[in-house]
C-alpha cells in the first residue's frame, strides 16, 4: 500500500543519523561518507527549502489551473464545479504518482503539494455534487471527506502532516452541527483521544524504529489537539488564533481547567519516562499555555509584572535543571544531560537568533509625545513632592 | 535492519570501533538523550517574557513606582549583567567563541533589553531629545551591536540589527513598507547591513555573522522593491531593481548552497513580476493563463536546481 518500503523508510532516516552522528564528531568525516554511501537509496530528496518552495508554487499550479478551467468553460453550477474538483483531484494523485515513479521522488515538494491539493479538491467535489447545504452542511461534509482522503495521503505517501490533518479535520467537524459547545468540544477532544491511544498503541509496539517514530509525532500531536479543544481560554494564550471565550456551564468550565493542568502534567511525566522529544515539546509547550491562561481561567486580572515572575519561573527552572543534571555523574542523570550532542541543536538556536529580528523589530516604539509630569520634574522626589499633581 | 542491528553489523564488519559503538548505541537506546534545546529554549522565552513584563510594568505603572525606582532597578538589571558578562567572558577573539556559561548569552540579551526599556523611559519622562528621540535607536544599535560582537551573541546582533532598522524608519511589517517613504529607506537599510556583513566578513572579523546580516538585507531590500512594484511610482524601475537584486540572490544562494536566498530571490521576484504583468492584462482567462504558465516555469526551474545543486543524499 505504502509507495515507498519500510526498509527505505528506515536507510532514509539512519542516513539522517549518520550525518548527525558524523557533524557531532562521533564519526570521522570518511567513516560518516562512507557508511551513508552503504545507506544511499534510488530516491531524489532536495534542501527543505527548495522543498517548501516547489510545494508553494505547486499549489498555485492548481489552483490556478482549476480556476482556469471553470472560467475557460464557464463553470457556474455546483454540481459541474464539484465534477471539475474531483477530476482535478484525480488528476493531482496521477501526477503524484507518476512524478514518484519516474523520478523516485521523495519529500520533494511536488508530489506533496499534489497529494495536498488532492485532498481539498476532493473534499470540494464531494460536498459540491452532494449539493451540500447550507454552509455548515457543506463544510461538515467537506471535513469528514477532506479527513478520509488525507488520511489515505499519510497511508500512501506517509505524509505525516496529511496524518495530523487527517485528526483535525475530523475532531472539527463536531464543530458544524450547531451542538452546545460542551458537546461539541467533548467529541472533538475525544477524536483526539481515540487518535491518540491508536498512535500510543502503535508506538508502542514499534518503538523508536519507523514507523514508531511517524507514531510518536501523532500521538503528541494528537495530545495537543485534546489539550487545544478543551482549554476555553486558549485564546489568552495565542491571540492570533482569533477566539473568544465561549459561554461554558461551570461543571464543564471547571473540568476543563482541571483537563488544562492533567494533561501537559500527565503527557510530561510520560514524555520524561519514555524519553519521548516530540512529547516532551509537546508537553512543555501546553505547560507553558496552561500557565498562561490559569488567571483568566480563575477570572483574576492580569497584572503587568506577571510576565515577568513566568520569565523568572521559565529561565529559573532551566537554570536549576541544568545546575542538577551537570551535578550528576558524567553530567547526566537518568539518561538526561544538559549537554550538546548534536550540531542540529547548534544550528536550530542559530536560526531561531537570526529570525529573532522580527520579534525584536516590535519593541521600537517612539515614545508618546506629552509625558506626564515626571516627578523629577513635579519634585515628588524630594522637595515633598511639592509641584506634583494629583 | 533495526539500527541497533546496523550498528552492531557495522561493528562487526570494522567500519565503526567499539567505542564509536558503544557511544552511538548509548544515544539510539536514550540511555544518553540531551535536553540541551528545550533548556535553551526555556531560558530565552523567559528572559523574553521577562523583558516584556518589564517593559509593559513600567508603562502602567512608573506613577506609582516612581522614576527614581524605575531608572535605578532597570539600570541595576543592566549594570549586573554586563558586569556578569565582562567578567566571565573569554578574551576578545574576531573568530568564533563559545559562551563560557550556559546562561552568558541570554544574560546579555536581558541586560540590553532592560537597556532598551531604560532609554524609552527616560525619554518619555524626560524628553531629552524629543523629536530626535531615534537617536536612542541609533546609540542602542551601536551598543548591541558592538556587545554582540565583543560576546559573540547572534541574539544580540539581532536586537542589533532590528534597533537599527527601526532608526532607519523601517517597520518589519507589511504596512510600513508599503507606505511610500519606507521603502527608499528599507532599501537602503538592506544595503547598509549587506555592506557592513560583507566588510566585516572581508576583515574576518567574526565570519559567522555574515550570514545573519544577509538574511536581514535580503528580506529588506526584496521586500522593499517588491512593494514599489506592487504600489509604487516608476514601477518599471523598481522591478528592474527587483529582477537584479533577486538574480544576485539566486545565483549567490546556488553558488553557496545557501537554498534560503535562493527562495526569497525567486519568491519576491515572482511577486513583483507577477504584479507587474497582471497589472496589464485584461481578464480572467488571460490573468489565471499567466499563473498556470508562470507557476510550472518557476517548479520546473526550482526541480532542475534542487535536481543539480540541491540534492540530498
Redo the contacts between chains.
Keep these: 500500500m505504502r509507495r515507498y518500503s519500510a526498509e527505505v523508510e528506515r536507510k532514509i532516516r539512519l542516513q539522517a543519523q549518520v550525518r548527525d552522528w558524523t557533524r557531532a564528531g562521533l564519526l570521522r568525516a570518511d567513516q560518516g561518507a562512507a557508511l551513508r554511501a552503504e545507506l544511499r537509496t534510488d530516491l531524489r530528496r532536495t534542501n527543505d527549502l527548495l522543498r517548501a518552495a516547489l510545494a508553494l508554487f505547486t499549489a498555485i499550479v492548481v489552483a490556478a489551473a482549476v480556476f482556469l478551467m471553470s472560467t475557460a468553460f464557464e463553470i457556474r453550477d455546483e454540481v459541474t464545479t464539484g465534477a471539475v474538483c474531483l477530476i482535478a483531484a484525480v488528476a493531482c494523485v496521477a501526477l503524484a504518482e507518476y512524478l514518484v515513479g519516474a523520478f523516485q521522488l521523495y519529500r520533494h515538494g511536488i508530489e506533496e503539494a499534489l497529494a495536498a491539493a488532492a485532498v481539498v479538491l476532493v473534499g470540494v467535489g464531494v460536498a459540491d455534487v452532494s449539493h451540500a447545504s447550507p454552509f455548515l452542511v457543506w463544510s461538515r461534509v467537506w471535513l469528514i471527506v477532506a479527513s478520509i482522503a488525507a488520511c489515505a495521503a499519510y497511508v500512501r505517501f506517509g505524509f505525516l502532516y496529511a496524518a495530523i490533518g487527517a485528526v483535525v479535520f475530523a475532531a472539527f467537524t463536531a464543530f458544524q452541527f450547531q451542538l452546545a459547545e460542551p458537546v461539541s468540544r467533548t467529541i472533538a477532544a475525544a477524536v483526539f483521544g481515540a487518535a491518540f491511544l491508536i498512535a500510543r498503541t502503535a508506538r508502542i509496539g514499534h518503538g523508536d524504529e519507523f514507523p514508531g517514530d511517524e507514531y510518536a509525532t501523532l500521538q503528541a500531536a494528537a495530545c495537543a489537539g485534546t489539550y487545544l479543544v478543551l482549554n476555553v481560554h486558549i485564546s489568552d494564550a495565542i491571540p492570533w488564533i482569533g477566539l473568544g471565550v465561549p459561554s461554558v456551564p461551570a461543571w464543564f468550565y471547571w473540568g476543563t481547567y482541571a483537563a488544562t493542568w492533567l494533561i501537559p502534567a500527565a503527557a510530561l511525566a510520560t514524555a520524561i519516562r519514555e524519553k519521548d522529544r516530540a512529547l516532551l515539546t509537546v508537553s512543555i509547550a501546553l505547560a507553558l499555555c496552561t500557565l498562561v491562561t490559569n488567571k483568566p481561567y480563575l477570572g483574576m486580572t492580569r497584572q503587568s509584572w506577571d510576565p515577568m515572575i513566568l520569565g523568572a519561573l521559565l529561565a529559573g527552572g532551566a537554570l536549576a535543571l541544568r545546575r542538577w543534571l551537570d551535578a550528576g555523574p558524567s553530567g547526566q542523570r537518568g539518561g538526561f544531560t544538559a549537554a550538546r550532542i548534536l550540531a542540529r541543536d547548534r544550528d536550530i538556536l542559530s536560526a531561531l537568533a537570526t529570525a529573532s529580528v522580527a520579534w525584536h523589530a516590535r519593541a521600537h516604539e517612539p515614545p508618546p509625545q506629552q509625558p506626564p509630569s515626571s516627578d523629577f520634574a513635579g519634585g515628588r522626589s524630594g522637595g515633598a513632592g511639592g509641584g506634583a499633581t494629583y | 535492519?533495526?539500527?541497533l542491528e546496523?550498528l552492531e553489523a557495522?561493528r562487526s564488519a570494522g567500519?565503526?570501533t567499539d567505542d564509536?559503538c558503544a557511544?552511538?548505541l548509548a544515544?539510539?537506546r536514550?540511555?544518553?538523550?540531551?535536553?540541551?534545546?528545550?533548556?535553551?529554549?526555556?531560558?530565552?522565552?523567559?528572559?523574553?517574557?521577562?523583558?516584556?513584563?518589564?517593559?509593559?510594568?513600567v508603562?502602567?505603572?512608573?506613577?506609582s513606582l516612581?522614576?527614581?525606582a524605575i531608572v535605578a532597578s532597570l539600570s541595576v538589571i543592566v549594570a549586573g549583567s554586563l558586569s556578569y558578562c565582562f567578567s566571565r567572558a573569554a578574551p576578545y577573539s574576531t573568530g568564533q567563541v563559545a559562551a563560557p556559561t550556559?546562561?552568558f548569552d541570554?544574560v546579555l540579551l536581558l541586560g540590553c533589553?532592560a537597556f532598551?526599556v531604560d532609554l524609552?523611559f527616560v525619554?518619555?519622562?524626560?524628553?531629552l531629545l524629543r523629536e530626535q528621540?531615534?537617536m536612542y535607536?541609533l546609540a542602542s544599535a551601536g551598543l548591541y551591536l558592538a556587545l554582540a560582537y565583543r560576546f559573540d551573541n547572534?541574539?544580540v546582533?539581532?536586537?542589533g540589527?532590528?534597533?537599527l532598522?527601526?532608526w532607519f524608519g523601517?517597520?518589519?511589517s507589511p504596512e510600513g513598507f508599503f507606505a511610500g517613504a519606507m521603502r527608499r529607506v528599507a532599501l537602503a537599510y538592506g544595503g547598509s547591513v549587506a555592506a557592513v556583513g560583507v566588510w566585516m566578513h572581508h576583515l574576518a572579523v567574526k565570519r559567522h555573522f555574515l550570514?545573519?546580516y544577509l538574511?536581514?538585507a535580503a528580506n529588506a531590500a526584496l521586500f522593499a522593491l517588491a512593494s514599489g512594484v506592487i504600489a509604487g511610482d516608476a514601477r518599471l524601475l523598481w522591478l528592474a531593481g527587483l529582477v537584479v537584486v533577486a538574480a544576485v540572490a539566486i545565483e549567490r544562494g546556488v553558488n553557496a548552497r545557501r537554498?534560503?536566498f535562493?527562495?526569497y530571490g525567486?519568491?519576491y521576484a515572482?511577486i513583483g513580476i507577477s504584479a507587474e504583468i497582471t497589472s496589464r492584462l485584461h481578464g480572467?482567462?488571460s490573468i489565471?493563463?499567466y499563473?498556470?504558465i508562470s507557476?510550472?516555469a518557476?517548479?520546473a526551474g526550482?526541480?532542475a536546481?534542487?535536481?543539480v545543486v540541491?540534492?540530498?543524499?
Excluded at chain 2, 508603562?59 to 506613577?63: G, K, S, T, V
Excluded at chain 2, 540541491?310 to 543524499?313: C, I, K, P, S
Aim: aromatic share 18%.
Design positions: 535492519m533495526t539500527t546496523q557495522w567500519a565503526i564509536q557511544a552511538l544515544l539510539v536514550k540511555q544518553r538523550f540531551s535536553v540541551h534545546l528545550e533548556l535553551n529554549a526555556l531560558l530565552y522565552l523567559g528572559v523574553l517574557a521577562f523583558g516584556a513584563g518589564l517593559a509593559w510594568t508603562r502602567e505603572h512608573f506613577a516612581g522614576d527614581a550556559f546562561a541570554y533589553l532598551g524609552w525619554e518619555f519622562r524626560f524628553q528621540w531615534d535607536l547572534r541574539l546582533l539581532s536586537l540589527l532590528s534597533t532598522a527601526g523601517v517597520r518589519f550570514e545573519a538574511h536581514v537554498f534560503a535562493v527562495v525567486v519568491l515572482y480572467e482567462m489565471l493563463s499563473y498556470v507557476a510550472v518557476v517548479v526550482l526541480f536546481a534542487s535536481w540541491g540534492r540530498e543524499e
